[in-house]
Each structure stands twice: as C-alpha cells, then as structure tokens.
C-alpha cells in the first residue's frame, strides 16, 4: 500500500514563494506519475502540475496554464519525494494542495479520478 505525505504549507504574503513536499512510502515510486492538486473551498479540486515519466530515467512536467511559470514540480526517486516549488504566489493560489500518485499507464494526468494514492492535503493561504 503506497501513503503519501504532504508537508510545507503554511501561510505566505503575494508575491512570495513557499516549497511543498510529498513523501512517498511503499509502491514503486520511480515508476508512477506524481502530480500536484489543488482544491480551494466550494470548489472542485484541480490539477496544478504533473512530472510524467518516459523512457529510463527521463520524466516530463506538466503544469496547468495558471501556474506555469510559476509553479515547478520535480522529485528525487532516492527520497520517494516529490516537491512544488511555488514562486511569486497570489491569493488565488490559496488551497488545500494535495499530492497524489498515479500506476503506470492509467489515463490522462490531468483527472484526478485516475490516481491511485492521495496525501491528506497540506493548507497553502496566500494573502493580499
């Protein structure tokens, strides 16, 4: 059984930058797509960012067009950890980021419905 677990958010100014990070235990984590969502109140939970891989040891980043350029997911297989670098943060950034984890050939990386595993969610607040 794979459990993932969340850390870093806490509460940041616009503008400024916060690093969330996502422990993966169990499973085979090099194998599986990370990604990064996000779900703000009365709102459905939205995917943020993605890192796919493809081919030996050679993975792709996804982003959704209202973090790219701003948002940065990458993940160290030696830790089973994946992080999102977030810069120059709005308050339309504020969430509950959850981290998931998804089996080799699954669907599309961006619907939340084809991962497998879930973090509890960490709180990220932006204020103005």
């Known amino acids: 059984q794979v459990q993932l677990v969340e850390s870093g958010g806490g509460l940041v100014q616009a503008g400024g930058s916060l690093r969330v990070s996502c422990a993966a235990s169990g499973g085979t984590f090099s194998s599986y797509t990370m990604g990064w969502f996000r779900q703000a109140p009365g709102k459905e939970r939205d995917f943020v960012a993605a890192i796919v891989p493809s081919g030996y040891r050679t993975y792709y980043a996804y982003y959704a067009d209202s973090v790219k350029g701003r948002f940065t997911i990458s993940r160290d297989n030696g830790k089973n950890t994946v992080y999102l670098q977030m810069n120059t943060l709005k308050p339309e950034d504020t969430a509950i980021y959850y981290c998931?984890?998804?089996?080799?050939?699954?669907?599309?990386?961006?619907?939340?419905?084809?991962?497998?595993?879930w973090g509890q969610g960490t709180q990220v607040t932006v204020s103005s």
């Open positions: 998931a984890g998804q089996r080799y050939n699954s669907g599309s990386h961006f619907s939340p419905s084809t991962y497998s595993y």
